[in-house]
């Protein structure tokens, strides 16, 4: 298939281990794409925090659940020149503006008059050339932002329908020079060809802006599939230390691969409890109507049964 072809994507941030939330939506992403015939491609957004090694246990881990992708693996530290180039032409256009706010200072700034709840305040995006010159004065390196000319902005979500979100002046460029998320997944989307994104729902309410950046650099903003998360007993969002909830940890109380995909597969109404699956069976089975719209919540229980390991 060529490389210009629709994709879907996973793209996690190899920081540590992926925990069974992470490898449900690997796993929804792939039936997403698989089923649509797009390509898949795996990403590493590794801009910010890495952890040494992070990256190949977690593409061992897809492995083991018979996750594949469409080669090579992307990295995005590999393409600060591309965000640069964005930001550099955004910044030719007119379209960005200098921010030396702290984050205490537009927490505790007035809201601009009828902004949304929330949105950046503005009381950088007007400076005068003194009032710039005086900031640059004290030494505080700038974020670089983007004119937002729109307040909100509406995507469509297969499991969500029509979504309406906020669009503030978001920064693209942090003041350390790292190319801020939501610049940094639109643009590499558009050069992917990725059209489809898969992640979870606690994303939702980023997609308005990272779609309406897409329309200003000149791509289609991709069709969105919000999954719901996986949360642990006491309904917050799972993590590490909820104890056994990664590979590793799982395949250290006998619990392997095969089982976790099955679960997985389990708490999306797409085989019975137990059940030796694989991913061929259950892109057969597949039906994004038919998905749980509500999150999984995952306890120590969950893996106490005859099919464990």
Not at 72 to 83: A, D, H, L, M, W
Not at 279 to 301: K, Q
Request: glycine share 6%; aromatic share 6%; net charge negative.
């Amino acid at each position: 298939m060529s490389a210009t072809a629709p994709a879907g994507r996973f793209a996690p941030s190899p920081s540590g281990e992926l925990h069974v939330g992470n490898l449900r939506t690997a796993v929804l992403a792939w039936l997403f794409a698989r089923t649509t015939g797009r390509r898949f491609l795996l990403r590493m957004e590794d801009l910010d925090r890495t952890a040494v090694g992070a990256d190949a246990g977690q593409i061992a881990d897809l492995r083991a659940l018979g996750i594949d992708w469409d080669p090579p693996v992307i990295y995005q530290t590999t393409r600060r020149e591309s965000y640069r180039a964005i930001v550099e032409e955004l910044r030719d256009e007119g379209r960005t503006f200098e921010c030396f706010c702290t984050r205490r200072e537009i927490l505790e700034a007035p809201s601009a008059p009828h902004a949304p709840q929330g949105a950046y305040p503005g009381t950088c995006r007007d400076l005068t050339d003194a009032q710039r010159a005086e900031r640059q004065a004290s030494g505080r390196p700038p974020a670089i932002r983007i004119r937002a000319d729109v307040t909100t902005f509406e995507v469509h979500d297969v499991l969500h329908g029509d979504y309406r979100g906020m669009v503030d002046d978001f920064v693209i460029c942090r003041n350390d020079g790292t190319p801020a998320y939501n610049l940094a997944v639109v643009v590499d989307d558009a050069a992917e060809s990725i059209d489809q994104v898969v992640r979870g729902d606690d994303l939702l309410s980023s997609a308005p802006r990272q779609a309406w950046l897409a329309t200003v650099i000149g791509a289609s903003p991709p069709t969105y599939a919000h999954v719901p998360m996986v949360l642990n007993a006491d309904h917050v969002r799972l993590s590490k230390r909820d104890g056994a909830v990664t590979l590793a940890d799982l395949a250290a109380d006998g619990v392997s691969p095969t089982t976790v995909l099955s679960h997985i597969a389990h708490s999306l109404d797409l085989a019975a409890r137990d059940e030796f699956v694989d991913l061929d069976l259950l892109a057969r089975r597949f039906d994004p109507d038919a998905l749980p719209r509500e999150p999984w919540i995952l306890t120590a229980s969950e893996w106490a049964s005859p099919g464990a390991g």
